[in-house]
């Protein structure tokens, strides 16, 4: 057991289990370091206060939350320690209860926080080039497609039937490359931290159902059945419609990509007291434990994936998106038996007395 502890205290990067019943049975010397406390007076504490010690490091855009679910999460933390500033990488997994703590019932977690600042830093110069590369792309693409667009409607005289059919191989080429010139800016934004978000009070249930609707086209040639599931009205949040929405149309269209034909990819909305939740669960491949720890990284994309297309950057995107929203993001999923990607977002603070009302209903799945 000693051997143990000090071959986990020697690790560089912070190590904090907590048992199955949410209290801190081990945080290892690097982490106890970074806090400015003795490792022992930790254990024992719960989560929540645990928490607090976190919180006076963390910015309070990435104030520590242990209540992920028994399954995989990572996000990205900013750490201030005086004039200081780090950036930390959280991952979380389920523990099984013999390593949570000897002997207890239940599965506990295991938070490991990887310093992560000199990649976060190279990062930041190469989406800032990547930023500046896309938007130069971006306008001659836009003039080609362009250009093909009105060729292939008639506007420069007839065309032969082999002409037409090279303009609309060069036109479903066009959009490619607009999609993914686009996603790209997105994800150098996010990554520089440039991303605006224009911020209103709103239901998701409206944004889900905007998101179906984008998303049907595709689903009905393959016979995909899509339906949004909300048991209760939903709180209210504050967040950008025109980003959840892409957020839920990203997921939606991953889970129809992978669906069966006559499956049906449901996107369940549901709340608590502080978060609206929105699953988008689908009954396709699944996929494989190994992989989920990777899913929502950059060109991450599985084998299955590849076959059937796409740039493996829309979770990356999607995931960017949600911690922009100061929410998370995890997915659920066993091969053979289809993914469940979930995230949540933080309910918005009542209005002051001084704003207005906020007017309309909820639509309705």
């Given at each position: 057991m000693m051997a143990e502890r000090n071959i986990l205290d020697s690790l560089g990067s912070g190590l904090?289990?907590?048992?199955?019943h949410d209290r801190v049975s081990f945080v290892n010397r690097t982490l106890a370091e970074m806090l400015h406390v003795s490792a022992e007076e930790c254990v024992g504490h719960s989560?929540?206060?645990?928490a607090v010690v976190m919180a006076r490091f963390a910015l309070?855009?990435?104030l520590p939350r242990f209540d992920w679910p028994d399954s995989f999460g990572s996000r990205d933390i900013e750490w201030r320690d005086g004039e200081t500033l780090r950036f930390f990488r959280e991952d979380s997994a389920p523990l099984a209860?013999?390593?949570?703590?000897?002997?207890?019932?239940g599965q506990g977690k295991v938070f490991a926080y990887h310093d992560v600042s000199h990649e976060k830093a190279v990062d930041r110069m190469k989406s800032e080039f990547i930023a500046v590369a896309s938007h130069e792309l971006r306008t001659p693409m836009t003039s080609i497609k362009g250009s093909v667009d009105l060729i292939l409607s008639g506007f420069a005289g007839e065309t032969s039937p082999e002409m037409q059919e090279l303009l609309e191989i060069a036109q479903k080429s066009c959009d490619r490359l607009v999609r993914l010139v686009n996603d790209i800016l997105d994800l150098s934004k996010i990554e520089a931290g440039q991303l605006k978000l224009n911020l209103e009070r709103l239901d998701v249930t409206e944004i889900a159902v905007r998101a179906i609707c984008a998303v049907k086209p595709l689903a009905d040639k393959t016979g995909v059945r899509l339906r949004v599931y909300r048991p209760l009205p939903?709180?209210?949040v504050e967040a950008d419609p025109d980003r959840i929405e892409q957020a839920i149309t990203n997921l939606v269209s991953n889970a129809v990509k992978f669906s069966p034909p006559n499956a049906e990819v449901v996107v369940?909305?549901?709340s608590d007291n502080l978060w609206v939740q929105c699953a988008v669960c689908d009954q396709g491949v699944g996929i494989a434990e190994k992989d989920l720890h990777r899913i929502f990284g950059?060109?991450?994309?599985?084998s299955e994936g590849r076959r059937r297309g796409g740039t493996g950057l829309g979770l990356a995107i999607t995931r960017g998106l949600i911690d922009e929203h100061r929410g998370s993001i995890w997915v659920e999923s066993r091969v053979g038996e289809g993914s469940r990607f979930i995230f949540r977002l933080p309910i918005a603070s009542p209005p002051s007395p001084s704003a207005p009302a906020l007017a309309g209903q909820a639509v309705k799945p």
């Open positions: 904090l289990v907590l048992d199955a989560a929540g206060e645990f309070p855009a990435a209860a013999g390593m949570a703590a000897r002997g207890s019932a939903l709180p209210i369940e909305l549901s950059k060109f991450q994309q599985l």
